[in-house]
């Protein structure tokens, strides 16, 4: 017992310096940290998409970046805005949550591969933003399993990550933690807040052995 304490002193004592790289998120929210900042721009029909509990996700409900790189919670918003949305309404919608993850740091918006594909097939030809997709299936993915972003849409995917990134500045206006965009963030962000994610995880389970 006293390995595992000494254990979690020296991880919790090695990561808290990563939450010092990414821009400062309020630690509140009246939903949660991901619909807060966007519920009032996204289009009706995605109004209550980002709404759904954190619960399933080791996050505190106010944090926007963990909350960018759980698959599992992040899939529900996406198939949501899939069934519920169609057309520039779906770019409307996977452009202000890509560029909100951009905007804290994350740099990836995390789903099943399967749902990207929903999204794009609903868009029917408009550009949707940039996701990072997960192995088919997989709702638990680490850093070891992200896959390299991909653009879906028909346009290219030099065009689509262009539209993607010039709505940053815009979607940022709506959030606490916009003070520092995506351009402030190192290449190695999305990695970094896997792994912060992670650490959640593993502050949540050391904290039940005592």
Same mark, same amino acid.
């Given at each position: ?9 020296? /991880?919790?004592? $090695?990561?808290?310096?990563?939450? #010092?790289? !990414? ?18 721009? +996204? ?13 399933? &996700?080791?996050?505190? !409900? ?19 805005? /899939?069934?519920?949305?169609? =057309? ?7 452009? +202000?949550? !890509? ?23 609903? $868009? ?7 996701? &990072? ?7 638990? /993915?680490?850093? $070891? ?7 879906? =849409?028909? /346009?290219?995917? #030099? ?24 351009? &402030? ?14 650490? +959640? ?10």
């Amino acid at each position: 017992m006293n390995a595992v304490f000494l254990f979690f002193i020296f /991880a919790t004592s $090695a990561f808290a310096s990563q939450w #010092d790289t !990414y821009p400062q998120v309020p630690k509140t929210a009246s939903v949660n940290g991901f619909s807060d900042p966007i519920k009032s721009k +996204l289009p009706s029909c995605a109004s209550e998409c980002a709404d759904f509990s954190t619960k399933n &996700t080791p996050c505190p !409900y106010w944090d926007t970046g963990c909350l960018c790189v759980m698959p599992q919670w992040s899939g529900q918003v996406a198939a949501c805005i /899939a069934k519920s949305c169609s =057309g520039e309404d779906v770019a409307s919608a996977t452009s +202000l949550a !890509y560029s909100l993850c951009s905007s804290v740091g994350a740099n990836v918006w995390m789903m099943p591969g399967s749902l990207s594909t929903s999204l794009s097939e609903a $868009a029917k030809g408009a550009v949707v933003a940039s996701a &990072t997709a997960t192995s088919e299936g997989d709702s638990s /993915a680490t850093s $070891a399993e992200v896959s390299s972003a991909t653009e879906t =849409g028909s /346009a290219s995917q #030099d065009s689509a990550k262009s539209e993607t990134e010039s709505k940053s500045s815009t979607t940022s206006e709506n959030s606490s933690s916009a003070s520092e965009t995506s351009s &402030t963030s190192s290449q190695n962000g999305s990695i970094q807040r896997t792994t912060s994610s992670v650490f +959640l995880f593993l502050v949540t389970f050391v904290s039940t052995l005592f």
